[in-house]
């Protein structure tokens, strides 16, 4: 049978490819921030927690994509480089523009989750568990980041503005290529 308008089993894949593609990206964010910052500043207990937990989520869909046999994005080359530049650009600024970069994007990733689990319903209740649960680590880290004085980097509304809309095109794009 070929492929049709709407087949669940297509939007699970692509669900998986962008979930692993974007746990990806997330810790190359925190790479690039501990790169900039080092181990000695007061926010790299944190970051290095978050990233560790990063890990973990990237670990659980890279397994995922290879026993369900799921291509993942052919932009990961692409996500390794943005991903450290964005956190090692955000952490130059200073550490609440490093907190505002994971604010931002961790408020993305809250609305994506919500959607994916309600589309998911009970369909899928593997990846809806650990849809669930990453997204409550996710939100922690929002959490963390705001606060860590997110709102106080510097154009808060426009840096966190273009690393949300960053966020959604990366969505996007990584659930079809």
């Known amino acids: 049978m070929s492929w049709r308008p709407g087949d669940p089993k297509r939007a699970i894949k692509a669900m998986v490819r962008v979930d692993q593609a974007g746990e990806y990206g997330a810790t190359r964010i925190y790479a690039g921030q501990l790169a900039v910052m080092g181990d000695r500043h007061p926010m790299a207990r944190s970051i290095a927690g978050m990233a560790a937990q990063e890990d973990r989520h990237q670990a659980f869909f890279d397994a995922m994509i290879a026993r369900r046999g799921?291509?993942?994005?052919?932009?990961?080359?692409?996500?390794?480089?943005?991903g450290f530049a964005l956190g090692a650009a955000t952490a130059a600024i200073g550490p609440e523009a490093a907190m505002a970069c994971t604010a931002a994007v961790e408020t993305e990733i809250d609305k994506h989750y919500t959607e994916q689990l309600e589309a998911l319903g009970e369909d899928d209740p593997e990846l809806s568990a650990a849809i669930a649960e990453f997204q409550a680590e996710e939100l922690e880290h929002r959490d963390i980041a705001l606060a860590s004085g997110a709102e106080r980097a510097p154009a808060y509304p426009l840096l966190s503005g273009l690393i949300r809309l960053g966020c959604r095109i990366a969505i996007a794009t990584a659930k079809r290529i």
């Open 70 to 82: 799921v291509r993942p994005t052919l932009l990961q080359p692409l996500w390794n480089v943005a």
